[in-house]
Each structure stands twice: as structure tokens, then as C-alpha cells.
């Protein structure tokens, strides 16, 4: 809002900046760097939604849950495999000695032969205590499991790469503003060591513009510092560096996003993939429970046999049978390890129970978590709004003092500087309202692909109080920019050297009427 009075008193001379210093203002506001975004090849383009996609394809977290549903996937046919015949087939063939004394007495000499023997033996498993049918029904729930796992993982990769991309951005943009501040401060403390060198200024201010010139570069070493730090995680996530150039503010979710908390808890309660990877672990650990209870049961077979034998044992000739027997096997007494095997698979399934409520109440806490930090992102970009306003305001009434001869340049730079510490914190509210919305949409289990793409088409709706961030601002700075941007050098050149003319010209009139005044 700032932006179009200073644009419009600029080339009256009401302001006390350079050209360049102005255009660094511009370029330092998130709207101004959305603009420029908009103008780069789309294929270049480094959206949020295409780092997703990316990372979805290619993160080595998700390749490995994938293998893991692939595994569990086969467990089923492995499983399933108990409703199916066996087939053995056996055989040998080589030289056979007896040397026995029944031999020896009998035949009155050992025996050395060649044999040959081959058999099939196909078994059919007819009961086993309903042993196959659990086996099956856990393999099932060990991928839906799997399935919930991958996407726990993606939701994981997601808020980690969400979170990165946004804290760039925004302490990409912070690093500009406080940039823009400390010129400022450095400019001010220019002008008090000007003064003090005419006589007119006092040492003590000297010393305090350079200690808010420190101050403003610890600021400044401390978001350059947060920047790194999220520009590695955003490498970790995504395989390469963020290029900020490429990058764009990602859109509010808002479109996606329930109305009122209770439904954002139903909503985690049945879509949460890690409230879903409970459950289906008490699932798994209760059929698994089946498989230890079927030891309590007989099992049947029926089991078919054919072999043929050419002289085999010292039996000379050939020699042909078969079979086809029902077979029963009842472990009556184990040393009690079947019932020891129940008992664990129950606390086991228990246990899963415990962690399934405690993941119901942990998505619960996301959520409620989230859903007050975007209200309250809501609330404080409103009231940031509210303070870059009147931070302009005090400027505008300042300057006006200024031109009364009631306040000096230096109060003016000031009031200047304390519209871009305004901007900073109203930075860091936007930032914060798009954290926290991709934060709540993580938490109902919906940060999904399909779902990013959907709010990334529809278009922006925010409930509540929740302000446009920048579209308040767009088109004044655009046309600002435009404006200046579409001055020939040359003419740009004099306007530059009018403002440094005037500045002086301001200054040397700020000596006089300190001096007058210490005269009287």
C-alpha cells in the first residue's frame, strides 16, 4: 500500500531516496518477485507442485515403500498358496551295494547293482485349523498396511519438502528487506557523520546509528543463516538446490480445507494415513492370532503317491505302487507353546490397539495444532497489514514535519526504515498462512498430489478473515515498476542526480536551521 504515494512523490522530490534505492524496495516485496516469477519460461519453472511431483517419482523413501508394497503384494500369492495342491517329484539313479550278513547267508554273496527309482507325491491340504484363510486375510492387511505406510512416508516427504520451499522463499525475501534496511541505517549514520564533521551534529548519534547498523546486520546474518539451513533440507527432499529465481509463492489451499475444526477432525479421523497404518495393524497382529490358534486343530490331507523302483535295495526287478490316503495329524500335547504363541499374538494385537488410539490423538493434536496457527497467521497478517499502514502514515506525517521544519532527515529515514521492518513482519505472516494451510491439509491426511493440483487451479478462497496477500499491492507496484522501468537511462541518470541535488540541498538547509536555532 506504501508503494503508490512513494511512486507518485518520487518524481515530486518529496522523497528522500535515489532511484536505485527505490527499485530496490520494489524488487524486495513478495508481489514484485511474483511478477517477475510470471514472466519466466514455464518450463524452467520451479512451482511447488512440479518439486512434489518430482520428489514423488524420485525420493529414495518413497522408491523404498514402494518395494515394500511390491513385497506385501506377493505376500498375498505367497499366503494363498496354501488353498493349492503340492506336487513333489522325486528320483535317483546310480550303483547300489548291500553287504549284509542276511545277504551273505541267503544269497552267499553281496550285492552291487545299478538302480533306478521315481516317484510323485501330490498333497492337498483339506484342514489345517482355518490356519490358510488367517494367513491370507493378514497378508492383505500387511499391503493395505504397506499401502498406508508409503503414504505416511509421502505425507512425511511432502510436509518436509512443503515446509523447505516455503521457509526459502521467505527468508529470501526477508534477507531483501533487511538488506533495504540496513542501506538505510548505513545512509543515516552517512549523514550523521556529514553533520558531525560540519559542526553541526552530535558524536552521540554517530554511535547510535552504527549500533542499529549492527543490529540490522546481526538480523540479517541470522536469515541468512535460516536460509541455508532450509536451502540443504529443500536439497534433501528434492535432489538439488533451490534456484530462487524459479521459484514461486505456492498457492493457499484454502479451497481444499474444511470450514470448521470438527469436520478437519473427522476428516484426520478417516482419511489420516497414519490413523489408516494403525488400524491396519491391529488387523494384521488379530489374523495373526488366527494362525497361532489353528495349533489348538487337527489338520487333514490328502495325499496321492505313485513310485516306480528298478532294483532298488537288492530287490531285483521292477517294482510300481500307489496311494491315495486321507491323512490326519493332531498335535495333542506341545509343552505349551501354542498357548504361549496365543497369548503373545494377543498382546501384541493389543498393543496395536494402544498405538492406534495414541495415533488418533496425535493427528488430533496436528490438526488443532494447525488449524489455530493458521487462524492465528490469519489474524496477524491483518493486523500486519494494519501496522505497514500506519507505519506509512507516520512516514507521510513526518515528512510533512519535515518540510515544517519540525523534524529532521534523520527522523524521516527512520520512520522510512520502520515501513520495511513493518514488511518484514508482514512477511513473515504471509509466509506463516501458507505454511500452516499446507500444515492442516497435511494433518487430514490430504496433502496428496490430486489435491495440490485442484487447489492449485481453483481459484483462491480465503475463510474467516484471511487477507490476499499481495493483490491489494500488485497492481501499484507493477505500474511502479513499469513506470520506471520504461525511463531511458539518460533520463533516469538526471533524475538521480536531481534527487542527490536535492538531498543536499535539504541537508545544507537542515545545518542552517540548526544553527539559527543554536544562535538564538
Known sequence: MMFAPL???????????????????????????????????????????????????????????????????????????????????????????????????????????????????VTQKIFDGFSTDAQVDQAKAAKAMAEADLRVARKTVFSEGMSAYVEVLRYHKMIQLARESERKIAEQQNLEDERVQKGSGIAADVLAAKQRLQVAKVRRL???????????????????????????????PATVLPSELESALRAAEDESPMVDSAAFKIESLSEQKRVMEAGYFPTLDLIGKANYENDKNATLGVRRDWSLLLTATWELF??????????????????????????????????????????????????QDNAAILAEEVWEAKKKQ???????????????????????????????????????????GRLELPVIEQAATLPPQYPGRMAVPTARDLNRQQ??????????????????????SRMS????QSDQAAARKGQR
Open 402 to 444: 519535515r518540510d515544517a521544519g519540525k523534524a529532521t532527515v534523520q527522523e524521516v529515514l527512520d520512520e522510512e526504515n520502520a515501513i520495511i521492518l513493518a514488511q518484514i513482519e508482514r512477511t513473515q505472516a504471509y509466509y506463516n498462512i501458507i505454511k500452516h494451510s499446507y500444515e492442516l491439509l497435511a494433518g487430514i
Open 222 to 252: 541470522a536469515y541468512e543463516r535460516d536460509f541455508q539451513v532450509y536451502a540443504s533440507i529443500f536439497a534433501q527432499n528434492f535432489g538439488h538446490a533451490p534456484e530462487v529465481s524459479k521459484m514461486s509463492d505456492p498457492p493457499i
Open 334 to 383: 506341545s509343552g505349551f507353546k501354542t498357548d504361549s504363541q496365543v497369548a503373545q499374538a494377543t498382546f501384541n494385537a493389543t498393543a496395536a490397539k494402544d498405538d492406534h488410539l495414541d495415533a488418533m490423538r496425535t493427528v488430533a493434536n496436528e490438526v488443532r495444532s494447525a488449524w489455530h496457527k493458521l487462524n492465528n497467521a490469519k489474524e496477524s497478517l491483518d493486523l
Open 479 to 500: 505500474s511502479g515498476a513499469n513506470s520506471l522501468a520504461a525511463m531511458p537511462v539518460s533520463a533516469r541518470k538526471d533524475e538521480a542526480e536531481g534527487v542527490r
Open 7 to 121: 511512486a507518485s512523490s518520487w518524481f515530486q522530490g518529496e522523497v528522500f531516496l535515489s532511484v536505485q534505492s527505490f527499485r530496490s524496495l520494489l524488487l524486495a516485496s513478495g508481489a514484485m518477485v511474483a511478477v517477475l516469477l510470471a514472466s519466466a519460461p514455464a518450463s524452467d519453472a520451479q512451482t511447488l507442485l512440479d518439486e512434489l511431483r518430482t520428489a514423488d517419482e524420485n525420493h529414495p523413501k518413497l522408491q523404498s515403500k514402494r518395494n515394500s508394497v511390491g513385497s506385501s503384494t506377493e505376500g498375498i500369492g505367497v499366503a494363498r498358496s496354501g488353498y493349492l495342491p503340492t506336487v513333489k517329484l522325486t528320483g535317483d539313479s546310480g550303483p547300489e551295494y548291500v553287504d549284509s550278513p542276511t545277504r551273505r547267508t541267503t544269497e552267499g554273496h553281496r550285492y552291487y547293482k545299478g538302480r533306478e527309482t521315481a516317484g510323485i507325491t
Open 505 to 508: 540541498d535539504l541537508l545544507r
